[in-house]
């Protein structure tokens, strides 16, 4: 196991990384715990429903279920009401705790529940994909989207915990894992230049998702987060940096319909767009400018985005960011790899941009070319088990379960919390995916 600590104001919480970690679930519950909403879709349940369900009767608390539709556009005050009801309906309190399990729609959506539900509860998130693992869940951001635009309803609001377990990605499609590396590779392009190097050397291991490599992967994205969040909580400075791409990607989520590009795909392709905006007001090396296409390219995001109807659509969107001050747009942008600034852009130079890496034929089947549902597969070439597949338009229908404690819960939950202590600070070192980042010299 290995554990990055995040420390801000609005609490200090362990990031936990490791294998099976969701049969743990219960040493994250609090004691004073009055019952526990476990908030998921039914694409994930029908994945890790009965395991993190097994895992949290070790609590001895009364556990409830409710699923949300599955999919970005629900992502919306609509969806949120409803847990509200189910919530209210079931008389959760202030001691209930939240159990977000699945990718960023869960997570964002059941962290703004959990915010604004009786004036804040605890939650804990589990995150299921890996754009999850190492973006959404950790830092506290909490949000719905509204028709105008992406994460625009929300609050800063920290978990309790933050339980990553890397088995969970080998049922993802490899249209997924492309959409979380592209926020891992975000990482390296805003803070360390010998990370996004590593990226660049092992990105045929992160997209066969290597255990070693994807381990590491994990562990510095979050400990790069960790290092932002910790600095600025609640992004007047510096975490805005952690929006890298998000500018461009944002207008296209909105101007396709959310779920169309995933979020990562979208964000894939602005990062391409912020690197040349880079290029024209830092000084940003074209050579590096063609480094993050081609890696992009590599992780299987797209590196032209969609036209959207013009030049005049993405400037109005682009003005709905949340980094933009009386309608003026500021942009995250490059000086050199490693390096990042917020700043504004002239006009002119983003139309430039946008001539240049726009396309009227480029619409979402371009993304979904390849098909989304292909099982990914180990090295050793044995297919992994793929995410099913939801096709239905309307919320399921919310479910509850009651579980019994037993006498011999707290003994369970207490081997438990023996065997994730023990392996408390235990991170991997050596071989060529230190935790510290550092590669030893016997491998160069």
């Known amino acids: 196991m290995s554990i990055v600590r995040v420390n801000v104001p609005g609490g200090s919480y362990p990031i936990e990384i490791a294998p099976n970690l969701m049969q743990q679930l219960a040493t994250s519950i609090p004691p004073d715990t009055s019952a526990i909403l476990l908030l998921s879709n039914p694409t994930v349940r029908q994945l890790y429903g009965d395991t993190a369900l097994k895992a949290l009767k070790a609590s001895g608390k009364e556990i409830y279920c409710f699923d949300i539709p599955d999919g970005e556009q629900y992502k ?136 070693q490599a994807i381990n590491y992967a994990i562990h510095r994205a979050c400990e790069l987060k960790a290092q932002v969040v910790e600095e600025d909580e609640k992004e007047s400075n510096r975490r805005m940096i952690l929006n890298f791409g998000h500018t461009f990607a944002h207008v296209i989520e909105n101007g396709l319909g959310y779920g169309e590009w995933l979020h990562g795909e979208a964000v894939g392709c602005g990062m391409v767009q912020a690197a040349e905006l880079s290029a024209l007001v830092c000084n940003f090396p074209q050579e590096d400018v063609e480094r993050v296409r081609r890696l992009v390219a590599q992780i299987g995001c797209p590196t032209v985005a969609p036209a959207l109807g013009g030049k005049d ?128 010299a016997t491998d160069e």
Not at 116 to 125: A, C, H, L, S, Y
Not at 327 to 356: C, H, W, Y
Not at 405 to 414: I, K, P, Y
Request: charged share 25%; with cysteine; proline share 5%.
């Open 313 to 440: 659509k993405w400037f109005e969107t682009m003005k709905l960011d949340k980094k933009a001050t009386a309608g003026k747009i500021k942009f995250v942008l490059l000086e050199k790899i490693g390096q990042a600034k917020v700043q504004g852009a002239p006009q002119e130079l983003v139309g430039l941009v946008l001539s240049k890496t726009t396309s009227a034929e480029v619409k979402a089947k371009e993304v979904r070319s390849e098909s989304a549902a292909e099982p990914v597969s180990e090295p050793s070439g044995r297919p992994l088990k793929e995410t099913a597949v939801t096709t239905t338009l309307e919320p399921a229908a919310p479910f509850s379960t009651v579980v019994d404690s037993s006498e011999a819960a707290a003994e369970v939950a207490r081997q438990a919390q023996i065997a994730r202590d023990a392996g408390a600070g235990t991170g991997r070192t050596g071989g060529i995916y230190g935790v510290d980042g550092v590669r030893p």
């Open 76 to 211: 919306n005050l609509d969806t949120l009401n409803e847990v509200f009801t189910f919530m209210l309906e079931h008389k959760l309190d202030r001691k209930s705790v939240l159990v977000a399990l699945g990718g960023g729609v869960v997570g964002d959506l059941g962290g703004f529940a959990a915010a604004t539900f009786m004036r804040g509860i605890r939650f804990v998130q589990v995150p299921t994909t890996l754009l999850a693992q190492v973006d959404s869940s950790v830092g506290g951001k909490t949000a719905v989207n509204h028709p105008l635009g992406k994460n625009l309803l929300g609050a800063f609001y920290q978990p309790i915990a933050v339980d990553i377990d890397i088995n969970v990605l080998k049922s993802l499609p490899q249209r997924e894992i492309a959409a979380g590396l592209a926020e891992v590779i975000k990482y390296g392009l805003i803070m360390d230049r010998e990370f996004f190097d590593w990226c660049e050397e092992f990105v045929e291991e992160l997209k066969a998702l290597e255990p």
